[in-house]
């Protein structure tokens, strides 16, 4: 356990919960990253956390260092490993796609899972991140209010420039975005649209060279 899963580990229910008293804004999120997602295709989520987005997208495996969290996500019917993205136990060309969501800001070492994530995908496989920007209204948020979220206060967010930067240099390519939670309205389902810059939740899909 590191610090970046203590929090989930031990406060599972609560995390899980969140998604239930925030239903719109989950509900616009799912509806961002399906855009992004392949149809009949094999993925798997890393940092799949309790499986709130695996299920509804019909992802059917997961990584998630935190047993509690696994445990959840395993009742949601996802075959979950215990692993970190950076040293994943998966044979090569395994994956179509692999998704990461509000993951890639816990990640110790993000070049060595972006390459773990490389390894393991099929050729012409895809990888999708959905990210907080940073430099949205609710990316300044989480980072202003870090320190006294027990789920966020090791987080490292990142910008959507700063994620593609990176994932050029993990060899990935072709870029496509969407966002959503252009206006942090609670109660309102989104429409997600194309690009970003306006939207606080951020889908980045690439694949790789
Ligand atoms: C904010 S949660 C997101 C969970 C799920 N994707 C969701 O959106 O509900 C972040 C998850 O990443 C996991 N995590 C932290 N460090 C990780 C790492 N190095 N590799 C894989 N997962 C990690 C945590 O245990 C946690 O379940």
Redesign the pocket.
């Known amino acids: 356990m590191?610090d970046?899963?203590t929090a989930?580990?031990q406060n599972t229910l609560e995390?899980d919960q969140w998604?239930e008293k925030h239903s719109a804004v989950y509900q616009s999120e799912i509806l961002a990253i399906q855009q992004a997602i392949p149809q009949n295709k094999k993925g798997i989520?890393?940092?799949?956390?309790?499986?709130?987005?695996?299920e509804p997208l019909k992802i059917k495996f997961g990584?998630?260092?935190?047993e509690n969290?696994a445990k959840f996500a395993e009742q949601r019917g996802i075959k979950v490993y215990r692993?970190?993205?950076?040293n994943l136990p998966i044979d090569n060309a395994t994956f179509d796609f692999v998704l990461?969501?509000?993951?890639v800001?816990?990640?110790?070492d993000i070049p060595k899972?972006f390459s773990e994530v490389h390894r393991i995908l099929k050729p012409n496989g895809e990888i999708i991140l959905?990210i907080i920007d940073k430099n949205s209204e609710l990316g300044r948020k989480y980072e202003k209010e870090k320190s006294s979220n027990k789920?966020?206060s090791n987080?490292h967010f990142h910008s959507t420039e700063e994620l593609t930067a990176l994932l050029q240099q993990s060899r990935f390519q072709n870029f496509q975005y969407w966002q959503t939670l252009t206006s942090l309205k609670e109660n309102e389902i989104e429409k997600p649209e194309k690009g970003y810059g306006q939207g606080s939740f951020v889908v980045i899909k690439a694949n790789i060279v």
């Open positions: 590191t970046t899963t989930f580990d995390y998604f989520e890393i940092g799949v956390g309790t499986g709130r987005f695996a990584v998630e260092p935190s969290m692993a970190f993205a950076e990461m969501v509000t993951t800001c816990f990640l110790s899972a959905a789920f966020y987080a």
